[in-house]
């Protein structure tokens, strides 16, 4: 937890529900400890949305199929969607939530190593949201920015790794420290890259903001 625990609990009363079927998607993906966002960060891409209005949406990590779901419903403006997964358990689940949604004409799931696809995927997004294997952030940034389009925005999730980021490697976890070291190497190309203006947030388990200018 980044921040002091009942703020956060008090924050989340605010926050309008979500629709009944991604309500029972959450619960789903919950109960079955599949990782989805943050009640906290749900409410910033709603905001986030409702100000971009992007028309192409480009999602890294699928999972089942959650977050690609909410930004469905929850943007104005007539979307596509492209998520990548690669878990082959997850697959089919994503498949059915975007059926039930009534999206599978709305989001394109791409099936594969999320490296590959990306170096592969040709056209321009108005928006990128990166929520796959955190240690592999700063591999995709490179393609990643290649698709974004100018003005468009990257949001990265995961990024504060529940406040350990701050914390000597030495002090982490020996199993986590890959994990830790890229994502200070990413979070510091994303502040200090020439083509952005990126804002770390502790929202969730903290987020970057970026804009390809």
């Known amino acids: 937890m980044i921040i002091d625990e009942r703020l956060a609990v008090y924050i989340d ?12 998607i959450e619960k789903e993906a919950l109960e079955a400890d599949v990782p989805i966002i943050r009640r906290e960060m749900q409410s910033f891409l709603k905001v986030l949305l409702a100000l971009h209005k992007p028309a192409k949406i480009l999602e890294v990590g699928t999972a089942v199929g959650f977050s690609a779901i909410l930004m ?5 403006a007539d979307c596509r969607i492209v998520t ?9 689940v994503a498949k059915e ?3 039930r949604a009534g999206r599978e004409e709305q989001i394109n799931l791409i099936e594969g190593d999320a490296a590959e696809v990306l170096r592969n995927l040709d056209g321009e997004f108005d928006f990128i949201f990166m929520d796959a294997a955190k240690a592999q952030y700063i591999n995709f940034l490179p393609d990643v920015l290649r698709l974004l ?4 925005v990257l949001l990265s999730d995961n990024v504060l790794q529940d406040g350990e980021i701050i914390e000597s490697r ?7 420290r890959s994990i830790h070291r890229r994502m200070r190497e990413y979070l510091y190309l994303l502040t200090h890259h020439e083509a952005l203006r990126t804002s770390v947030l502790p929202v969730g388990d903290g987020i970057a903001l970026s804009v390809k200018c």
């Open 84 to 92: 990548i997964e690669n878990y082959e358990k997850r697959i089919p």
């Open 13 to 24: 009363t605010l926050a309008q529900e979500n629709t009944e079927l991604i309500n029972q």
């Open 72 to 76: 469905a419903e929850y943007n104005p």
């Open 97 to 99: 939530n975007f059926r």
């Open 170 to 176: 030495y002090i982490v976890i020996r199993r986590n």
């Open 149 to 152: 389009k100018t003005g468009g």
